[in-house]
């Protein structure tokens, strides 16, 4: 990268030294363009949920020569007919990264979706985008665009559970986690397996017997009525997503904590004081009230909360006087007294990885 970008340095310091000289023509940088049309491997596309998955659009493009020889960055930008020209053209466009000197892009049905959606397109109707490659280095330029006819669908609203009896809970399918469907034959919920409990669990189709799955070729493989029960690693809060589609299901640790000076001890906080902000105390999850749950002792100080000891989705009370917490919000609530507390945050999560998290949360803190 040092070299490339040395030859742009001595490259302006050419043009400069060039537009100097007496009597001499100020220089301006070489011409760039692409040197051929993009293509789209089809130009009219209708999209369901059901392909949402399959790779439905393939973009490609000539690779752009620059003046210096050094890599050039790629994206490509989708918008409505009417918003590519006037002073605001492209503006409000939808941008895809692409990566250095890579000459296409593969979109899924569902990524493709996302984008006719936000750009105004009405479900089940077809409509027009058009799309353009940016290439970059030393400035940016565009290629000519192409139009694409999408029909975009209209994402359906899932209902339904399944139930996860298990070790954890004494194997009472009537107690069970409950895992909610996500999208059409996927599943996801939350659960905490307590120090001292088994680690075993089947997962049944309704809060009875008549129907379950067990573990099959894999403990990652779903197999109808089998004896043999799915494994988790041990003690820990687990996200857990099933694919009745796949008949594959998959376990995460994942827990949200309390963060903060008011949640470290004295004597860690003697020995770091800013081990309270580095250092996320775990929540239980109560799978019977669906909520985060914790009873600790707390010193004076601040708290607020996170997930997965991280500060990547975190939450803090724009008005503390709330029980009411916000996402990415550098409030926290103070605690006043040391003592004794009981800690609860519920969130509504259904399908995070998609459609983010909620922009709040709702927490109660009580001393004991």
């Not at 409505?80 to 990264?97: C, F, M, P, Y």
């Not at 996801?188 to 809060?207: H, S």
């Not at 687990?238 to 994942?254: A, E, G, H």
């Not at 008011?262 to 105390?281: K, L």
């Amino acid at each position: 990268m040092k070299k490339y970008i040395n030859k742009l340095i001595l490259l302006g310091s050419v043009l400069f030294l060039g537009s100097c000289e007496s009597g001499a023509e100020l220089t301006t940088l070489k011409s760039v363009s692409f040197p051929s049309e993009i293509t789209a491997s089809s130009n009219t596309l209708i999209l369901t949920e059901d392909t949402a998955d399959d790779q439905v659009l393939l973009v490609s493009w000539p690779s752009v020569s620059f003046p210096v020889e050094a890599p050039v960055t790629y994206a490509i930008q989708f918008d409505l007919i009417g918003d590519t020209s006037g002073s605001n053209a492209w503006q409000k466009s939808k941008r895809v990264e692409v990566g250095t000197d890579v000459l296409s892009k593969t979109l899924t049905g569902r990524d493709l979706n996302k984008i006719a959606v936000d750009l105004g397109l009405e479900p089940n109707a077809a409509g027009k985008l058009v799309v353009r490659v940016e290439a970059a280095m030393d400035r940016k330029i565009y290629s000519n665009p192409v139009t694409l006819t999408i029909t975009p669908y209209e994402k359906s609203v899932v209902f339904g559970e399944i139930y996860m009896p298990g070790s954890y809970q004494g194997w009472a399918v009537e107690t069970a986690a409950a895992l909610t469907a996500i999208q059409k034959g996927i599943y996801q919920g939350y659960m905490t397996v307590p120090v001292g409990a088994g680690p075993g669990f089947k997962l049944n189709t309704a809060r009875n017997w008549a129907q379950f799955y067990g573990a099959g070729a894999t403990n990652n493989d779903l197999q109808n009525m089998s004896d043999t029960d799915f494994v988790l690693p041990g003690a820990g809060s687990y996200q857990i997503k099933v694919n009745l589609n796949t008949l594959k299901w998959s376990q995460t640790p994942y827990a949200w904590g309390i963060v903060g000076p008011a949640s470290a001890t004295a004597d860690q906080t003697a020995g770091d004081p800013n081990y309270g902000w580095n250092h996320s105390v775990p929540m239980s999850y109560d799978h019977v009230s669906q909520i985060w749950k914790i009873t600790t002792n707390l010193l004076p100080g601040a708290l607020k909360f996170r997930l997965n000891d991280a500060w990547t989705i975190n939450y803090g009370p724009a008005d503390p006087s709330t029980n009411i917490v916000n996402l990415d919000n550098g409030g926290a609530y103070t605690i006043a007294e040391a003592g004794t507390y009981e800690i609860t945050f519920k969130i509504i999560e259904t399908d995070a990885a998609a459609a983010g998290y909620p922009a709040t949360a709702i927490t109660s803190i009580v001393k004991k």
